[in-house]
């Protein structure tokens, strides 16, 4: 929403909006160069402090956030800080979310106490990042309230991390650039996965389908998709690296490739990626309802790959109220392509999001989210309670429903939801079914932790040698939302 760029170096002068389309290997090779000026600055300061510099990444926001973390610890480890989880670390980023309002204020509160370690650590600097700081009023507050903090950077503008960190690291005054929006896409820079095993690509950026109470539009700016050449050469080098699972992002995978030069359906990207030889598994999210189209519903149903699982937001049951929302879809459509999904595929597992105390939502309106909830039988759900987000359709709405109401609302939905969900999960109680073996298990000692196809979580005891591989596992008992098997 805002381009600011406050502080001397070589940044100086940065346009407020950059429409750049077309090739980007020439920004890659500037970033590389950027780099390196950034590698021999922490090579000096480490030797200045007799020990390596430490970094830490806090990511706040959805996957697609992650995503874009896993990108800054990459660059961050090629400039030759080291990776700690302890936020008394030289260099603190905070990647955030402004999705809902409480994701902001757990940055704020967060804020002062990276201020108190500052005073104790000279060489430490704090930097934010992601879809908060696309706010002016945001960008604002911590000008005038957390002057502390060293550089500050939107979200179209994340590939310029490395020119942006060595003038952080040339300069004692904060450093600010937000772009407001852009057409770029820039390949190739470094990245540091979290699993070794699985990962998440980007197919798409950002947001054209405005829900009137959403906020991602405006600080993710338009949709643009990467070419699917790109994405392939990505998962082809991911397989090679030992991944076995991708997961596809995008805010609205279903409407992927609409705007490319040379338009491609999503259903067509989906069939290209099974083709990547050594992949196992494919998920994606997220899928817009109204979008979904059956030709997607076909290639799931025949694939070897893809996942049984889809994630499909309801945000409300009530017709209504998604019209108000924008979503463009009604409850009837809704239920009439659950019911095609399930027909194509019995064994798929459903889950979605739910909006509790959107403006002017009327007890009836709520009795029918709780109705297509019971209806559906998700295997879960993600609740929420509506978050006015300033700039909104829906913040300027009247009738904002009473705290005490939405709250009422909200523990009776999430009841239902975790019984229906209990309901549901258990469905493949005795069978036997093939998990991708994740981490150690939090759930006792001696157990390993493993994702179905379906999502579903599965504990059950082996060695950590397994983690990684995908193993047949006995489901003996469900336990709600996850079961315990035995491996075979
Ligand atoms: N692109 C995805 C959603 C991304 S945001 C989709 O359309 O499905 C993830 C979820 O946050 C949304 O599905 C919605 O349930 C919730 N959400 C978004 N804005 C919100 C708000 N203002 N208040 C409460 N929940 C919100
Ligand atoms: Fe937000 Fe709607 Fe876009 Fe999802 S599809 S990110 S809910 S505007
Ligand atoms: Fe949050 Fe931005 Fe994702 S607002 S949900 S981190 S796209």
Redesign the pocket.
């Known amino acids: 929403m805002i381009g600011i760029d406050e502080k001397g170096g070589n940044v100086g002068g940065i346009p407020v909006l950059r429409k750049n389309r077309g090739k980007n290997m020439n920004e890659t090779k500037r970033q590389y160069e950027y780099l390196e000026v950034a590698r021999k600055e922490v090579e000096k300061l480490s030797r200045e402090a007799g020990r390596k510099l430490t970094f830490c990444v806090n990511t706040f926001g959805c996957q697609m956030n992650a995503r874009d973390s896993e990108k800054l610890v990459g660059i961050l480890e090629q400039a030759g800080y080291e990776k700690s989880d302890s936020e008394e670390a030289d260099f603190v980023l905070y990647n955030t979310c402004t999705?809902r309002e409480n994701a902001n204020l757990r940055v704020y509160g967060r804020l002062g106490h990276l201020n108190r370690l500052k005073k104790k650590n000279p060489h430490m600097r704090i930097a934010l990042c992601g879809c908060m700081m696309q706010e002016a009023h945001v960008v604002e507050k911590i000008k005038k309230s957390y002057s502390f903090v060293d550089l500050i950077f939107g979200t179209h503008n994340l590939y310029k991390f490395p020119e942006l960190l060595a003038n952080m690291l040339a300069s004692d005054r904060m450093i600010i650039d937000i772009w407001e929006g852009t057409d770029q896409i820039v390949e190739d820079l470094p990245t540091d996965r979290k699993y070794p095993f699985k990962s998440g690509v980007n197919i798409m950026f950002g947001?054209?389908?405005?829900?009137s109470?959403?906020?991602?539009?405006y600080v993710?700016g338009r949709e643009r998709s990467r070419e699917p050449k790109a994405i392939i050469r990505e998962i082809e080098k991911l397989v090679a690296d030992g991944v076995r699972e991708v997961m596809l992002l995008g805010?609205?995978v279903n409407s992927y490739g609409k705007t490319l030069d040379e338009p491609v359906s999503f259903a067509r990207l989906l069939e290209e990626v099974e083709q990547v030889e050594g992949l196992e598994r494919i998920r994606f999210m997220?899928s817009?309802p109204k979008d979904l189209s059956d030709e997607l519903i076909q290639v799931m149903a025949k694939s070897q790959k893809i996942c049984r699982h889809l994630h499909l937001?309801l945000?409300s049951g009530s017709s209504r109220i998604l019209k108000e929302m924008?979503?463009r879809y009604d409850q009837e459509r809704y239920l009439e392509l659950v019911e095609k999904i399930r027909a194509a595929m019995p064994d798929i597992s459903l889950t979605t999001?739910l909006i509790v105390g959107f403006p002017g939502e009327t007890e009836s309106d709520f009795e029918e989210t709780l109705k297509v909830v019971d209806q559906v039988g998700y295997d879960t759900a993600f609740t929420f309670i509506y978050s006015k987000r300033s700039g909104t359709p829906a913040a300027a709405m009247e009738d904002q429903v009473p705290d005490e109401v939405v709250k009422e609302r909200f523990d009776r939905l999430l009841k239902l939801v975790q019984e229906r969900g209990r309901q549901e999960s258990s469905r493949f109680l005795g069978t036997n079914q093939e998990v991708l073996v994740e981490e150690v298990s939090h759930h006792g000692e001696g157990l390993l932790t493993g994702r179905m196809g379906q999502n579903l979580l599965v504990h059950f005891p082996g060695e950590k040698e397994l983690i990684g591989k995908t193993v047949t596992v006995r489901l003996e008992q469900c336990k709600g939302f996850y079961y315990i098997g035995e491996k075979i």
């Open positions: 999705v947001c054209n389908n405005f829900c109470y959403c906020i991602v539009p993710r805010q609205n997220t817009h937001p945000q924008n979503r999001d």
